[in-house]
Each structure stands twice: as C-alpha cells, then as structure tokens.
C-alpha cells in the first residue's frame, strides 16, 4: 500500500531548477536586506519597476478572488459530476513509464 501513496510523487512531478545556493549566500543576502547596504558599504541594487498593466493585475485579483465559487455556481449538477469524475480518473491513473524506467 505504502508503494501505492508514494508512487505518484517519483514519477509525474517535473524537476524545477533553482540556483544552487549555500547558506552563507542566503544568511549573507538577509543581512545585506536587512542593514540596507552591501556588506563591502555599496548600496543594494534598485530593484527594476514593475512593467505589468495596473488594471490587468487588478482584474486578474479579482477573478483569483471569485475563483471556484463561481465557477461551481455557474455549473450544472452534471457538469460538476462530470469534471470531478474527469478528474479523479486522471488522479488515479497509472503513471506513464519514463525511458530510463523501461
């Protein structure tokens, strides 16, 4: 059964790569924030200005707000069953085999 829960978890979910850093970078990097200047007295890097549409950023807050509540309120009783089903069959399924699994 243990293999079962666990199985999925190996196998399906993509890797994200992320900077490989050390803790004296990350404890060096809090204290840098945090004193406001660099550690050698150069100032911290002006972070650039956000680019983004004030008013699609707005709306999109909005909608992430309503979210599944209205969707769920815009749906038939057989649409939810129809889409929980959908979703629990690819929740279940067996995992495809990756090349190096073969």
Known sequence: MREAVISW???????????????????RG???HAIGEQMDGKP???PSPDRRNPHAVALGSI??????KARAKALSADE???????AAASRWKSPKQSRKTR
Request: proline share 5%; no cysteine.
């Open 30 to 32: 809090i204290v840098e």
């Open 63 to 68: 909608g992430g707000k309503k979210g599944g």
């Open 44 to 46: 911290l890097e002006t």
């Open 9 to 27: 978890h190996y196998g399906a979910m993509p890797k994200r790569s992320s900077p490989k850093r050390d803790f004296m970078e990350v404890a």
């Open 80 to 86: 939810r069953q129809a889409i929980a089903k959908k």
